[in-house]
Structure formats: C-alpha cells, structure tokens
C-alpha cells in the first residue's frame, strides 16, 4: 500500500511537472508573440437576410514561428490569467480601427461593420471608455462600424460598472452586441437595464436546433426576446442551409457561420466581399 501511495505521488508529481514546463514554455512564447507582434486577424463575414455581407467579426490568430497558425484556444485563456490579454486587445483594437480608417474611402467596404471580441479584463480596466474613445478619434473612423461584442459573464460582474462605462460608449456611437447569449446566468432585468443593440445566439444553440426540441424553444424565444426590445439577433454557428431557413423563417436577421464562410484573411474577405455585394 505504501509502495502504491508512493507511486501515485511520483506519478501526480510528474504530471504537475510537465504541466508547468509546458506552461512556462507557454508563458514565454507568448510573451514574445507580444513584443513581436505575431498575431494576424481573420474576418468572419456576417450576412443579413438578403445574403449580402453586413459586418465582420475579426478573430484573432496566433502566427507562431515553429508551430504555425494557432486559434485562440490554444492562448487567450493564458493571456487571459496572465495580463497579456490586455496589450493583445490593444493590438486588436488598433488593427481593427485601422481597418475601418481604410475602408471609409472605398464605397463597397464603407457599411461594413467591425465586430471585437472584448474580454473581461479588456473591459475592466478603468482606462477602457478613454482607450476606446481615444482609438476613434487618433484614426478618424465613423464610431457605428465599431461593434464590442461581450460575453455573460461580464454583466454578472459588476453591473454598475458596465452600465456606466457601456453608455459613456453609446454616447460615442459605439455599439455592443451580447455574445454566446443563453450559455450564462444574465437574467432578464439586467439585459433590459443595458444597451444592447445585438444578441448572438450560442452555437451550441444553433448546433442542435433541428434535432433538439430544448434548443429549438430557446432559439425561438431568444430571437422573441430580442426583438421585443429592439435588438438585432444573429445567429452564430450556421452550418447547415436547413439551420439558416429554420432561423429566417423565425425571424432572425443576421448569419455568421461555416455555411456562409470561415473566418479568414484579409484578402479573402475583401474577395468574399466583392462576391456578395460588388
Ligand atoms: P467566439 O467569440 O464565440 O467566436 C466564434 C468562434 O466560433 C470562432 O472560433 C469561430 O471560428 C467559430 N465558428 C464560427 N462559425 C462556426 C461554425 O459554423 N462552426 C463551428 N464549429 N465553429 C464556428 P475561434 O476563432 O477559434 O475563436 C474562439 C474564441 O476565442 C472566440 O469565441 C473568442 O471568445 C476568442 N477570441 C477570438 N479572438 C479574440 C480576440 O481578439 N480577443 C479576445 N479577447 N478573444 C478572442
Ligand atoms: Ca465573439
Ligand atoms: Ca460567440
Ligand atoms: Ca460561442
């Protein structure tokens, strides 16, 4: 028994040890990832009923040197813990400015919108309403092609915070989406008390909303919901042409999804563009 015990603890000790090598390893990549700027944005089109291209979600990618292209869930929850998330979301935002600058001269481009991921500790900081304000102002862009999308978890917070800091914003143009509606808590009366002009409806909604009567009911009701208080509702995870004609035949008005086209780089995008609206 004690020889077993013994094993067990060499053996948890083994896994904790390979657990921090490879997150230092992490660690130390990541941050230079961040002095070196290795990241790149892919754009997820947005498409409304008439299939024309309305906006983008940009979407970041990680351009590491020895193991390529990573997603965001191989590091964000790092950057997450860490604070790197907050010079990472720097970047996002001045790129995506950026973007929107070059666009507001090119007529085909000028109605797309931006949408940006926001995390948590993003939107915490005390300096976030400044950053923002500041972002529109250094590159000259038209605040409603900038959209914030946030998640639940952010309004379960601190819901003084947020509203403040939400309508100082508004104020400005800017506009917020709430992102994977119905996988959080956020009850009724807090989404009512925010300024919201989108609701994303979850994947894992979308996913089974043909094959789960659960998932159905929700969509239906989101998409209700959404409505009545004058907010645009877009489904996200769109994968199937049944999904889509489920959804606009009950109301929904925008479409983000591997049907309608992976997030990619900038030059398809601006293809895909062309395709659809040119
Ligand atoms: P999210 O905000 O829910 O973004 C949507 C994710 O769903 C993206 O994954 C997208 O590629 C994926 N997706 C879109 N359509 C489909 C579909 O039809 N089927 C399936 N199976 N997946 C689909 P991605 O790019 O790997 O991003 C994962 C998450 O990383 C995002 O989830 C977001 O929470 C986070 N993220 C991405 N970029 C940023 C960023 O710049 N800042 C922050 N803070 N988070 C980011
Ligand atoms: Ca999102
Ligand atoms: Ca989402
Ligand atoms: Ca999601």
């Given at each position: 028994q004690a020889l077993v015990a013994m094993l067990m603890f060499f053996f948890l000790l083994?896994?904790?040890?390979?657990?921090?090598?490879?997150?230092?390893?992490?660690?130390?990549?990541?941050?230079?990832?961040?002095?070196?700027?290795?990241?790149?944005?892919?754009?997820?089109?947005?498409?409304?009923?008439?299939?024309?291209?309305?906006?983008?979600?940009?979407?970041?990618?990680?351009?590491?040197?020895?193991?390529?292209?990573?997603?965001?869930?191989?590091?964000?929850?790092?950057?997450?813990?860490?604070?790197?998330?907050?010079?990472?979301?720097?970047?996002?935002l001045e790129q995506t400015a950026e973007q929107l600058h070059q666009w507001q001269d090119e007529p085909l481009y000028r109605d797309i919108d931006l949408a940006v991921n926001i995390s948590q500790k993003q939107f915490s900081q005390n300096s976030f309403v400044a950053e923002i304000a500041g972002l529109i102002e250094r590159h000259r862009i038209d605040a409603q092609r900038l959209e914030l999308e946030l998640t639940e978890t952010l309004i379960v917070h601190d819901m003084e915070d947020l509203t403040r800091k939400m309508t100082a914003l508004v104020e400005r143009g800017v506009r917020f989406s709430l992102d994977d509606f119905g996988t959080g808590f956020s009850s009724l009366s807090h989404l009512k008390r925010l300024p919201l002009s989108k609701l994303k409806i979850d994947r894992s909604f979308i996913c089974d909303v043909l094959s789960d009567a659960n998932s159905e009911a929700i969509v239906r009701s989101v998409?209700?919901?959404?409505?009545?208080?004058?907010?645009?509702?877009?489904?996200?995870?769109?994968e199937t042409e049944a999904q889509r004609h489920f959804l606009a035949s009950n109301g929904c008005n925008q479409f983000q999804g591997y049907l309608l086209g992976r997030p990619m780089p900038l030059a398809d995008f601006r293809a895909f563009v062309q395709r659809h609206n040119g």
């Open positions: 083994h896994i904790l040890q390979t657990d921090t090598a490879e997150r230092s390893e992490l660690d130390r990549d990541l941050r230079a990832a961040v002095r070196e700027r290795q990241f790149v944005l892919h754009y997820q089109p947005q498409l409304n009923g008439a299939n024309r291209v309305i906006g983008a979600e940009v979407l970041i990618r990680w351009l590491h040197p020895q193991r390529g292209l990573l997603a965001p869930g191989e590091f964000i929850d790092h950057a997450e813990h860490t604070g790197l998330i907050i010079p990472i979301g720097h970047w996002v998409i209700a919901l959404g409505q009545s208080m004058g907010m645009t509702v877009i489904a996200e995870g769109v």
